[in-house]
C-alpha cells in the first residue's frame, strides 16, 4: 500500500509455509507482493499449484460492504480522500456497496491484550537465539518478541478459542457479501526522520507501526484473504484500496481485484 503496488494475502491454508522462517505459526502466510492482479493471480497460482477461475460477472454483480467500525479510524486526509474518491468511482461503475455494522473488529485490541499470537509464537521459536545472541537483534523487534515471553499458557488458550469464536461471528456477519472495501492502510508512508532508530522515537515508531498493521491485521486474524490495489492519483502519495473477506474467497477476491483495478487507476 505504501509503495503503490499490489500485495495479495491468500488463505493462509492453501499454501505450504515449509521452509520460510516462522514468525507466528497460526498467522504466518505465504504470498506475493507484485505490480499488477494478473502477477498477483499468477504468483498465487504457483505458489497453491492451483487454479484461479476466470470470473464472467460484471461489477455490479458484486455485493460489496463497507465497514468504517476500526477500519477507517484516524485516516489522514490522503487516505481519506482517496478512499472517498476510490467508491465514488466504483459506485459511478454500477458498483453496489453497503455500509454494515461489522462491530465484531471493536473485540481485536481486547482479544489480543495479552500480547497476540505473533510475540507468543516468535518468541517461542527465538528464546534460545535471544538467550544466546539476544544483543544483535534490532531492538525494537526484540521488544516485540519478548512481550511474548510473559503470556501464561491459559492466555494462550484462551486466545485460540475467542478467536474461533470471533472468526465465526464474522462470517456469518458477511454471508452474502463478495467483499469488503477497506483503506489497507488508515495512513499514507511516514517520513524516515519520524521513525528511525533511536529510543527518542520509539514510542512514535510503535505508533505508527500499530496503524500500519491495524486493518491487516484484522483480516490475518479472520484467516481471511485481501487483496491491497493502488488508489491515489499520480500527484498522492500511494493509498492502498482493500477488499477482502473471510477464508477460502480467494478465487472471488482475486475476481474483483481484476475489474477494480483498471477502475482505480483512471485518475
Same mark, same amino acid.
Given at each position: 500500500?505504501?509503495? *503503490? ?45 492451483? /487454479? ?19 477500519? /477507517? ?35 481485536? +485490541? ?13 518468541? +517461542?521459536?527465538?528464546? +534460545? ?20 515471553? *510473559? ?37 499514507? +508512508? ?7 532508530? *533511536? ?69
Amino acid at each position: 500500500a505504501l509503495n *503503490g503496488i499490489v500485495g495479495f494475502k491468500s488463505t493462509a491454508r492453501l499454501v505450504p509455509t515449509q521452509g520460510a522462517l516462522p514468525l507466528s505459526t497460526t498467522l504466518d502466510t505465504v504470498c506475493a507482493m507484485t505490480r499488477t492482479v494478473r502477477d498477483a493471480i499468477l504468483a498465487h497460482e504457483i505458489l497453491s499449484a492451483r /487454479q484461479v477461475p476466470r470470473g464472467q460477472r460484471p461489477l455490479s454483480g458484486y455485493r460489496l460492504a463497507v465497514v468504517k467500525s476500526l477500519m /477507517q479510524d484516524g485516516m489522514d486526509p490522503t487516505v481519506s480522500r482517496a478512499f472517498e474518491r476510490s467508491l465514488n468511482t466504483l459506485r459511478a461503475e454500477g458498483a453496489h456497496i453497503d455500509e454494515i455494522a461489522l462491530t465484531e473488529l471493536n473485540e481485536l +485490541a481486547p482479544m489480543m491484550s495479552t500480547g497476540g499470537f505473533s510475540p507468543a509464537e516468535g518468541f +517461542a521459536w527465538h528464546r +534460545a537465539l535471544i538467550e544466546r545472541e539476544g544483543e544483535r537483534y534490532d531492538p525494537r523487534v526484540l521488544q516485540r518478541l519478548m512481550r511474548g515471553s *510473559g503470556m501464561k499458557a491459559h492466555e494462550y488458550m484462551d486466545l485460540v478459542k475467542t478467536r474461533q469464536n470471533w472468526i465465526g461471528r464474522v462470517e456469518a456477519t458477511l454471508v452474502g457479501y463478495d467483499a469488503v472495501l477497506s483503506p489497507t492502510t488508515p495512513i499514507a +508512508a511516514p517520513k524516515i526522520s519520524e521513525v528511525a532508530p *533511536g529510543a527518542e522515537r520509539d514510542a512514535e515508531f510503535f505508533r505508527i507501526n500499530g496503524l500500519l498493521l491495524r486493518n491487516t491485521s484484522a483480516v490475518n486474524t479472520l484467516d481471511g484473504c485481501g487483496i491491497s490495489l493502488p488508489c491515489h492519483a499520480p500527484d498522492e502519495l500511494p493509498v492502498g484500496l482493500m477488499a477482502w473477506h473471510a477464508a477460502m474467497h480467494d478465487d472471488s477476491i482475486l475476481q474483483l481485484a481484476l475489474l477494480l483495478e483498471p477502475l482505480l487507476q483512471q485518475h
